[in-house]
């Protein structure tokens, strides 16, 4: 849409929230660049240049602006929908390869160049991918500033900078502050504790999610204490823990981690579970056109496609609730929670009684089938998939090929389309995947007349459609997905 001026410049007259993160207005008079719904006064159409990116804006000489703070806004809603090699790109980069592996280590995982994934991220974005990482770098900086006491050498290789000097340059270039400045207008925090207010684009169905992540908690590793989702979490460089308060209008989330160079990677991770870069008008927009399902998309408008954080763990437990309710696989797992896990000691988990992050696949590759304490042949399916995710041959995490990944899986003993889907929706966080082949989810189809052809029309948002369907359902409460 940035390339359309006319349309671009009527959201901004509007002041049109749904195009946060979209889109980025740059105006030439003032230097700065904004998101669409800023309040300043709207500049003339002129004197502005609309930009797919902040890095984009960025790497064309514009600063942030300090009433309006464009870099928190919600993601682009694009990067989900689109599966094509700069989708998974920014996937990719949001997820922090780029400071791990570097620009190289990007183009192998996507199979291309260095040179031509560059190609493609500047023709579409306006930026390569290394000042889109050095933009959301800057982003993880102003966090840390902002909200820890930490010197600023150790805010600067946390951030994933690689001296105090481009750390000093970058921020001074995306909020015309210093960083001692920003520290100056910084809130206080418990010590160890980083808190940050997580932009949602409206609406936003919160009490929706928490149901979802309610029923499916997984004692020692998940929790929910005063309507606060909180969880261990194993990031890059160690391990942590989030604890998630969601409001219809933002997500307040709390990090304790081990190594505060995952600051940025597990943000992106909370924001990913809970899906709130999705684009809520459009989905409704077009499922509530549908007569067969108005009823429901009025019902629970701005209704998420809740993903997770790690694409392994969600893969083992849909394997272990492939024909047990989510109790039943939850009580199971819980057992090897202890056996098998990592033991974890944050303030953050204590408060709540979490124990132990989820078992790595290198623990779960070891695992003796017949002392699993579930059926055989699940068993080794959950160590077949182990040895395949340890062994680097199976990828599920951000950026992966979703119909690759989905081969893969369906290559596995034991594992059949419903496994194979449902892992491709949650763990790659697939917009169009719906389960037909789901018991509940086809008695409602079949409850309201809706044959397979008809959710043809549904694309590309036939997750969330499934959404509705399930939460349709008088066996919602005992058997939801």
């Not at 997770?308 to 024909?323: K, W």
């Not at 579930?374 to 119909?403: K, N, Q, S």
Request: proline letters at 6%; hydrophobic letters at 40%.
């Amino acid at each position: 849409m940035h390339t359309d001026h006319e349309r671009c410049f009527r959201a901004v007259q509007a002041r049109d929230e749904r195009f946060d993160g979209v889109f980025y207005t740059a105006v030439s008079t003032t230097g700065i660049y904004c998101r669409p719904s800023c309040p300043a006064v709207t500049p003339k159409p002129g004197n502005v240049t609309f930009h797919a990116s902040a890095a984009a804006a960025q790497e064309a000489g514009y600063r942030a602006c300090r009433r309006c703070r464009p870099d928190t806004t919600p993601g682009s809603p694009e990067w989900d929908v689109r599966a094509d090699a700069v989708g998974r790109a920014m996937q990719l980069i949001g997820d922090g390869v780029v400071e791990r592996e570097g620009v190289d280590g990007l183009a192998d995982r996507l199979g291309y160049s260095s040179r031509h994934v560059t190609r493609l991220l500047t023709d579409e974005l306006g930026a390569g991918p290394l000042a889109i990482a050095r933009s959301n770098r800057s982003h993880a900086a102003r966090v840390l500033i902002e909200t820890t006491d930490m010197p600023m050498a150790d805010v600067a290789f946390a951030a994933g900078f690689s001296s105090i000097r481009q750390f000093n340059e970058s921020v001074r270039q995306t909020y015309a502050l210093t960083p001692t400045q920003m520290r100056g207008r910084r809130r206080t925090t418990p010590t160890g504790r980083i808190t940050v207010r997580l932009a949602v684009r409206q609406p936003f169905h919160a009490d929706a999610m928490l149901d979802f992540l309610a029923a499916h908690v997984l004692p020692g590793v998940e929790a929910i204490h005063d309507s606060t989702y909180v969880r261990v979490l194993r990031l890059p460089h160690g391990l942590g823990v989030m604890a998630l308060t969601l409001h219809t209008d933002h997500v307040a989330c709390e990090l304790e981690l081990a190594d505060l160079r995952d600051t940025a990677v597990a943000i992106g991770r909370a924001r990913r579970m809970l899906d709130l870069d999705a684009d809520p008008v459009a989905i409704d927009g077009v499922l509530g056109a549908d007569p067969q399902l108005r009823d429901l998309v009025a019902s629970a408008p701005g209704l998420r496609v809740p993903s997770h954080v790690d694409g392994f763990e969600v893969a083992v437990r849909t394997i272990v609730g492939q024909q047990v309710s989510v109790a039943g696989a939850n009580t199971v797992l819980g057992r090897q929670v202890p056996l098998r896990g990592t033991p974890v000691d944050f303030e953050l988990a204590r408060a709540v009684g979490l124990t132990h992050a989820f078992p790595t696949p290198e623990a779960l590759a070891g695992a003796d089938p017949t002392d699993m304490g579930m059926p055989h042949a699940r068993a080794r399916t959950i160590v077949g998939l182990a040895h395949a995710v340890a062994g680097g041959e199976l990828e599920l995490a951000p950026g992966g090929d979703r119909d690759a990944v989905r081969a893969q899986l369906l290559a596995m003993r034991g594992i059949g389309p419903w496994t194979a889907d449902y892992v491709v929706m949650r763990a790659l966080a697939h917009p169009d995947v719906l389960l037909t082949t789901d018991l509940v989810l086809r008695r409602e189809l079949d409850r309201r007349g809706i044959a397979d052809a008809d959710t043809e029309r549904w694309r590309p948002w036939r997750s969330y459609a499934g959404m509705h369907l399930w939460r349709a359902t008088a066996a919602f409460e005992g058997i939801r997905p």
